[in-house]
């Protein structure tokens, strides 16, 4: 079975940017649809992004115009960029793949935005 490994969290200051990845441990998985979740400690996990296998993207409100999602289909691998990072973007960030039959998810990678 396919597992997803992110990178690229860590500590930065409000206005920064941060780059996260998402590879698939395997090539040759056709994924239906890539996607970024973030969970805030004592909230529930949401959607921040999210790109369809034609491209078609959305976006929370809250990532509208400050993060964008990418992939690299050949690598099975796609990206969150996030720029102008705010302290309310603290969280722990997990990668989606959706498969069709099932999804499958990364471990989580936190994500701290001080002031």
């Known amino acids: 079975q396919v597992q997803l490994v992110e990178s690229g969290g860590g500590l930065v200051q409000a206005g920064g940017s941060l780059r996260l990845s998402c590879a698939a441990s395997?090539?040759?998985?056709?994924?239906?649809?890539m996607g970024w979740y973030r969970q805030a400690s004592g909230k529930q996990r949401e959607l921040v992004a999210r790109?369809?296998?034609?491209?078609?993207?959305n976006y929370a409100d809250s990532a509208k115009g400050r993060f964008t999602i990418s992939t690299d289909k050949p690598q099975n691998t796609w990206f969150l960029q996030m720029d102008s990072l705010k302290p309310d973007d603290t969280a722990v960030y997990y990668c989606?793949?959706?498969?069709?039959?099932?999804?499958?998810w990364g471990q989580g990678t936190q994500v701290t935005v001080f002031a």
């Open positions: 989606q793949g959706a498969l069709g039959a099932y999804t499958v």
């Open positions: 790109i369809d296998a034609g491209g078609t993207t």
């Open positions: 395997r090539r040759g998985y056709a994924f239906k649809a």
